[in-house]
């Protein structure tokens, strides 16, 4: 079922709660107690009023929402008087007197970390996104450089949780060191204009190609016990999600103020700005990073 309305438009808010209502088995003159102008600092709460005595009737009117409009946003769209929906291609979800005020976002309880998860922090083409694909992508490809094969559970663009768990105890300068040694695949090499060859990432002169001798020098190079180069930015998991974490706080996360809602209570567990502390990655999915959101303990 989808709605006749458009909550983009600023004007259509009494027929619009009328429809919602109406669809819901609800009438608008007994929900007019829940009818607020949204503050900051009464949102959450007036929010969560109306989920708790209605909860069947918010899930529904939550799934009623149309393309763009994410979990919850069509919900503080009927019941606050001066709600916005930003839609598909806005910076921020939700708008007061054109004014940005909440990027809401839905997604599962997980108790075990008292935390919401699995749900996007950032937009599909926002630059920590590529930058975690390719640290990723450069995590694994080292630690094939080292071991011979790649890290388990490794698929491009779709990493699971248990996944990324297990990666937390892998230290790729640990393991350059453990595995070093004669040389069974390849490696890259740096040539200086001078004709001096250095092993890539590394301050290792293996000799000058120019010179009588080169060939001899490198075949005992390849024999020797090399340690392969790791880059220190991503040499564990944990330095990865911190440069994405980072990014994404920079680029997109700073400043805002987020309403993160409980998909499947539909109540809002959290409305505020987030710390970089808050915030950690659940898991992979087509190269987009879902997050996992710690809430503050006292929430």
Same mark, same amino acid.
């Given at each position: 079922m989808s709605i006749g309305f458009n909550p983009q438009n600023p004007n259509v808010k009494k027929i619009g709660r009328e429809e919602l209502a109406g669809t819901v088995g609800l009438s608008v003159k007994s929900l007019k107690p829940y009818f607020k102008k949204a503050e900051p600092a009464t949102f959450l709460d007036n929010f969560n009023k109306f989920v708790v005595r209605y909860p069947s009737e918010a899930k529904a009117i939550s799934d009623l929402r149309p393309d763009g409009v994410g979990p919850g946003e069509l919900v503080a769209w009927f019941l606050f008087d001066n709600i916005d929906l930003g839609g598909k291609n806005s910076c921020i979800d939700l708008l007061v007197e054109g004014k940005g005020f909440a990027e809401?976002?839905?997604?599962?309880?997980?108790? @075990?970390?008292?935390?919401?998860?699995?749900? %996007?922090?950032?937009?599909? @083409?926002?630059? @920590?996104?590529? *930058? *975690? =694909? %390719?640290? *990723?992508? &450069?995590?694994? &490809? #080292?630690?094939r450089k080292i071991t011979g094969s790649c890290l388990t559970g490794w698929e491009p663009g779709n990493l699971l #949780? #248990?996944? *990324?768990? @297990?990666?937390?105890?892998?230290?790729?300068? %640990?393991?350059? %060191? =453990?595995?070093a040694g004669p040389i069974h695949g390849s490696i890259k090499l740096n040539v200086h204009a001078n004709g001096d060859v250095f092993q890539e990432g590394q301050n290792i002169k293996i000799g000058n190609w120019k010179q009588k001798g080169f060939q001899e020098h490198l075949r005992k190079f390849m024999l020797s016990d090399v340690k392969i180069a790791v880059n220190n930015r991503t040499s564990t998991l944990n330095k990865v999600v911190a440069r994405w974490k980072q990014q994404a706080y920079t680029d997109y996360l700073k400043g805002k103020r987020f309403a993160l809602v409980n998909t499947s209570t539909m109540r809002m567990e959290y409305l505020g700005e987030l710390t970089l502390d808050m915030i950690g990655l659940y898991r992979v999915a087509r190269n987009q990073p879902m997050a996992r959101i710690y809430l503050p303990k006292e929430t």
């Open positions: 809401m976002k839905g997604g599962s309880y997980d108790k @075990a970390n008292h935390a919401i998860k699995d749900f %996007k922090i950032t937009k599909d @083409a926002d630059p @920590a996104v590529d *930058l *975690l =694909r %390719k640290d *990723l992508e &450069e995590f694994n &490809e #080292t630690y #949780t #248990t996944t *990324l768990k @297990a990666w937390e105890t892998v230290d790729l300068n %640990k393991e350059a %060191k =453990r595995y």
